[in-house]
């Protein structure tokens, strides 16, 4: 079984900085495209950041030039850097991961259990 652990959230000031990361555990498996999620109170969850196994990154209008989205493959780890931090960036933070189980042609959706972005002077 393959969990997704993320770390890193926190309080920050708005135009701080805070770096979460999230790391995919388990046996026999391959990691493709990893992303990560927000969800604020009452709002719908939206795609952040995504970067797929080969590098290429794909970002929400509204972090562009803010964050950035990183991964070590051979850690199956992926880091979001955000900067410029707003309140409405407030919001739980989600790790999500296409998983390949070896052997086999099937990718499954994993998720993190979240972790709470607080944005507030």
């Known amino acids: 079984q393959v969990q997704l652990v993320e770390s890193g959230g926190g309080l920050v000031q708005p135009g701080g900085s805070l770096r979460l990361s999230c790391a995919a555990s388990?046996?026999?498996?391959?990691?493709?495209?990893m992303g990560w999620y927000r969800q604020a109170p009452e709002k719908q969850r939206e795609l952040v950041a995504a970067?797929?196994?080969?590098?290429?990154?794909n970002y929400a209008d509204s972090v562009k030039g803010r964050f950035t989205i990183s991964r070590e493959n051979a850690k199956n780890t992926v880091y979001l850097q955000m900067n410029s931090l707003k309140p409405e960036d407030t919001a739980v933070y989600y790790c999500?991961?296409?998983?390949?189980?070896?052997?086999?042609?099937?990718?499954?959706?994993?998720w993190g259990q979240g972790t709470q972005v607080t944005v507030s002077s």
């Open positions: 388990g046996s026999d498996f391959s990691v493709n495209t």
């Open positions: 970067i797929t196994r080969g590098g290429s990154t």
């Open positions: 999500n991961a296409e998983i390949r189980k070896i052997g086999t042609i099937f990718v499954s959706n994993y």
